[in-house]
T-cell receptor
Framework: NAGVTQTPKFQVLKTGQSMTLQCAQD?????MSWYRQDPGMGLRLIHY???????DQGEVPNGYNVSRSTTEDFPLRLLSAAPSQTSVYFC????????????FGQGTRLTVV | GDSVTQMEGPVTLSEEAFLTINCTYT??????LFWYVQYPGEGLQLLLK?????DKGSNKGFEATYRKETTSFHLEKGSVQVSDSAVYFC???????????FGTGTRLKVLA
């Protein structure tokens, strides 16, 4: 089982560049989300989706875009990278029904210089 | 709003010591509660969960009990191993929502 797959695993960007972090899941989960992990701050929700064609903002959405054209894929786009976006990014997915846990990808370590 | 507070680390223990990592939460209704573990360079993995009051989640020797009266979900293990060294996250999923809310994580280091 592949589970939640994120690519790339590492990325270095220059300030102002754009890029897309890929996330795919093969568990037919309705709910997908993106988090960033920073030291001392835990995981903060960037954007989430409750199904294909439906997305919404989380706690820290500025500077990021998402779309959900299929159940499986949920890419995260950085529009114009800034050093403040240096972080580790995690994609997660889960079923919509109650009591279920989230499954996480391996993470993407992004450095913006 | 809903939130999770867990003890700050790092926690350093000797092998075979008893572990407690405190977690308290604020939420309306009856959220589901989770403990996740993150090993170096990896994503978060579910360690255990509890979905209603007085439920006890357990896995790999770790346990946590859903205490509604104290809004707590403390993680315990009777005898830690070096391989338990990791970061542990307490999380909740508020009832009726899709979102998960995480604590800031507690780093555990176990010395041989």
């Amino acid at each position: 089982n592949a589970g939640v797959t994120q690519t790339p695993k590492f990325q270095v960007l220059k300030t102002g560049q754009s890029m897309t972090l890929q996330c795919a899941q093969d568990m037919n989960h309705e709910y997908m989300s993106w988090y960033r992990q920073d030291p001392g701050m835990g995981l903060r929700l960037i954007h989430y989706s409750v199904g294909a064609g439906i997305t919404d903002q989380g706690e820290v959405p500025n500077g990021y875009n998402v779309s959900r054209s299929t159940t499986e894929d949920f890419p995260l786009r950085l529009l114009s990278a800034a050093p403040s976006q240096t972080s580790v990014y995690f994609c997660a997915s889960s079923y919509s029904r109650k009591y279920t846990e989230a499954f996480f990808g391996q993470g993407t370590r992004l450095t913006v210089v | 709003g809903d939130s999770v507070t867990q003890m700050e680390g790092p926690v350093t223990l000797s092998e075979e010591a008893f572990l407690t990592i405190n977690c308290t939460y604020t939420a309306t209704g009856y959220p589901s509660l989770f403990w996740y573990v993150q090993y170096p360079g990896e994503g978060l993995q579910l360690l255990l969960k509890a979905t209603k009051a007085d439920d006890k989640g357990s896995n790999k020797g770790f346990e946590a009990t859903y205490r509604k009266e104290t809004t707590s979900f403390h993680l315990e293990k009777g005898s830690v191993q070096v391989s338990d060294s990791a970061v542990y996250f307490c999380a909740l999923r508020p009832s009726g929502t899709y979102k998960y809310i995480f604590g800031t994580g507690t780093r555990l280091k176990v010395l041989a």
